[in-house]
């Protein structure tokens, strides 16, 4: 069974920086894309970053791009989301999710999310104080 684990989340004031983690289990983690998703309550979820199974190939919706970074370490089977610069519309609840398999960076703004993955952590909530 897949088990996906965020943390991290928490609350800062305007351009302060917070870095998420996510641990990974149930799957072979280099197999799969990662990504990071957030929502805010009466929106829907949307795609903030994804990450390849080599770590090489970077995707950054634009209203992140500049601020925000992305990384994994394979053998911990986590990733993460380095936040710089954060703004008070960043404030939501951030998931992190393996990708489907075969299901590369390339589909990840352009799918739904709950087409990209089907893995979904509980979330931590990320508030930004202004």
């Known amino acids: 069974q897949v088990q996906v684990v965020e943390s991290g989340g928490g609350v800062v004031q305007t351009g302060g920086s917070l870095r998420l983690s996510c641990t990974t289990t149930?799957?072979?983690?280099?197999?799969?894309?990662m990504g990071w998703f957030r929502q805010v309550p009466g929106k829907e979820r949307e795609g903030v970053s994804c990450?390849?199974?080599?770590?090489?190939?970077?995707i950054y919706a634009d209203f992140v791009k500049g601020r925000f970074t992305t990384s994994r370490e394979n053998a911990k089977s986590t990733h993460y989301l380095e936040m710089n610069d954060l703004k008070p519309e960043d404030t939501a609840m951030y998931y992190c999710?393996?990708?489907?398999?075969?299901?590369?960076?390339?589909?990840?703004?352009?799918?739904?999310?709950?087409?990209?993955?089907?893995?979904w952590g509980q979330g931590t909530q990320v508030t930004v104080s202004s």
């Open positions: 149930g799957l072979t983690f280099d197999d799969h894309s």
């Open positions: 999710a393996a990708g489907r398999r075969n299901y590369d960076c390339s589909s990840f703004l352009s799918r739904a999310p709950s087409s990209w993955t089907d893995s």
């Open positions: 990450i390849s199974r080599s770590g090489g190939n970077h």
